[in-house]
Every structure is written in C-alpha cells, then in structure tokens.
C-alpha cells in the first residue's frame, strides 16, 4: 500500500495495529479544511482501503448511533443491517457515496441535514427500497437544475444506472463552464476574487465616506468651523483671548407659566420650532451661536472670527430682528399667545475654548 503514488492519493505512512484499536497514520495535508488538499492545492483521497484494512477490529463501545451515521454514504447494496455495517465495495458504490458528498456541497451541510429522521430510522428508511427511493431532500436546495439531476442520477437505487466517473466530470465540466486547465480555472477563480474584493473595496470605501461627512456635518453643528478644523488637524484646541466680543442672551417672558399651562412634548414642540425660526435668522448675521438651554438663547459675534469693530452693530441688528420676529410667532397649541422676548447684550474681554466661554 506505501507503494502506490497518485497525485491524487493521499500517501499512506504507517499503521498501529495493536489491539483493541487499529490505526492507519497518512501525510498531512496543511491546508485541509473542508476539503484534504495538498500544499499545491491538489485535492487529494484519504483513508483508501481503511475498510478492508480494519476489517475483523474489535468493537468496543461502540455508539449504535455513530455506527448508523457512518452508512449514511454507503450504497444500499453493501449495508449489512444485521451487523450495522459495511460490506463489500464496487465503483458503482463509490458513486452513491460521491452523490451523497454532492449533496453536502450543494447544502453545505451534513447528509440528510432536513431530515428529522434519526440515522437508524433514514438507514432503514433507504434499505426499504421505496419508490421513489429515499433519499436526501433536495427541494430547498439552490444549486443549478443539472447538479441536482447529478446527485438524484449518483444514488440511483439501481447500481447499473448510476453514470460512470467519466460521464460525471464531463458533466460536472459542463455544469461549471469550466474546461479541464486546472491554471486557467484557477486564474478564473483569483479574477472572480479580485472583482469581489474590488467591489466590496468600494462599497467600504462609500461607507466610510458617508460617515465622514456625517461625522464632520455634525462637528460643524457643535462648533464653530475655525474650532473643527483644528480639531481634525489635531487633537487639542488652545484657549484664546479676545479683547472685545459682544454677547446677546435671551428668554422667554413667563416660560415657566406657559410650560405648566402645557403638555411635555407640547413643550419640546414649541422650543423646537422656535429655535429653528433663531438658527435661520441668525445666518443673516456675522454671530456664532453659543448655545441654547431651555428657553435661554446665547450667541455671540467677534468670536471665534473676528470682525474688527462690527461686533456690537451686529448682535445688536440681530436682537431687533428676533424681537420683531416674536410679533409673527404662534405657539402651536396656544395660538393666542402673544410670546415676548427679554434681551440682554453685554461687551467686554473674551476667554474661548471650545468648550467655555
């Protein structure tokens, strides 16, 4: 048996032969998985003539479950029920087994993996010789209708009418599109890759970008521009003085009253709407909101960009636009409520970081 050499076999080492358990050793094959291959990635046969050669062992606690499993790929023709086991071997064996293995390709799963039958019972099942005979069900399976007519054709109930290896590669070739140029199906397989991993490059990359911009939309939103930008360039933002800034700050006239004259969303719903109507009338202006709490408004201007003398012109331009605004304002859910303003504005020397004023 050492003999023997096959690009194919999968070379036979040595054996243990001490009772009660017989063991055969085989060349490791390093990148084995699903599959035993070889390090040139040539798929290779093991565990060849391991029946016969272990025939007559001694069974000893033996799991009459496992035993059950292990016929799952045996043709019916050699299971001996009796004994629960294997006999004999014929090509045309080899080939119901080689259906059953496609059926574990195409479902990458173990045999009769829908079943909810036990082993026995499936064994049995398969040696009562129905008609149509028993076998794995391939209804939910997503394969090609030729691969599946490949499989039902390999475990044939009757011997005679399984196809030969011969006519099986051929038509597993034509199944695959593939000729039998094993560099060209692998330069196939690697460009198939390549295009994969191309494809999910850029849809990463599209992701990663979509975050980015959100990410920076939202830094824009938290701080001034000036602050964000030296915040993605680097990691601290040093405090800075300025000698003249002017601040505005404002609330809501009897907004304690009002919120007990109304609902908790109610609430949220007006400051929403009325912040809202501050953010887009403050852009006419050359401010930078602080920020707001409650009903309190903050916003200044001269900082962080500064504006020379304008600071003041232009807080002060921006408070009577909010005043004059508070004249059209409604308040959904109290339509008749005249809503007023109180203001205040203060100019003087700045300390500013990103995170205080």
């Keep these: 048996v050492r003999d023997l050499s096959h690009e194919n076999l999968n070379p036979f080492i040595g054996a243990c032969i001490e009772s009660p358990n017989i063991l055969l050793v085989w060349s490791y094959c390093k990148k084995g998985s699903l599959q035993v291959c070889n390090s040139h990635w040539v798929v290779s046969i093991t565990d060849w003539g391991l029946h016969d050669f272990k025939e007559g062992e001694d069974k000893v606690d033996c799991d009459v479950t496992k035993m059950y499993a292990d016929l799952l790929w045996t043709a019916p023709e050699h299971i001996n029920l009796s004994k629960v086991e294997r006999e004999g071997l014929s090509q045309k064996a080899d080939v119901y087994s080689y259906g059953i293995i496609l059926q574990e390709i195409a479902t990458r799963s173990k045999p009769f993996i829908d079943c909810p039958l036990g082993p026995k019972e499936i064994i049995h099942r398969i040696m009562g010789h129905d008609d149509p005979p028993f076998r794995p069900d391939l209804t939910s399976v997503e394969v090609r209708p030729e691969f599946v007519d490949l499989m039902v054709d390999c475990w044939s109930d009757d011997p005679e009418e399984r196809p030969h290896f011969f006519r099986i590669v051929d038509r597993l070739k034509k199944i695959s599109g593939r000729g039998s140029n094993i560099a060209e199906n692998m330069v196939s397989m690697m460009e198939k890759h390549a295009n994969h991993l191309e494809r999910l490059v850029d849809e990463r990359t599209r992701q990663l970008n979509e975050e980015k911009e959100r990410t920076e939309k939202l830094l824009n939103r938290l701080l ?100 004059s605004h508070m004249f059209f304002f409604r308040v959904r859910h109290l339509p008749d409520h005249q809503l007023q303003l109180r203001i205040g504005i203060h100019t003087g020397s700045l300390d500013y970081d990103r995170r205080h004023l």
């Design 224 to 323: 001034p521009p000036m602050v964000a930008e030296q915040l993605k360039t680097r990691s601290s933002v040093q405090a800075q003085e300025f000698e003249e800034v002017t601040i505005f700050f404002s609330d809501v006239v009897g907004f304690t009253k009002l919120a007990s004259l109304s609902k908790p969303l109610e609430i949220v719903d007006f400051l929403n709407d009325l912040n809202v109507a501050f953010d887009e009338i403050i852009t006419r202006f050359d401010v930078y909101k602080v920020e707001t709490v409650g009903d309190a408004y903050v916003v200044v201007s001269g900082c962080p960009k500064l504006n020379g003398n304008k600071h003041a012109g232009e807080i002060a331009s921006m408070a009577l636009e909010l005043l």
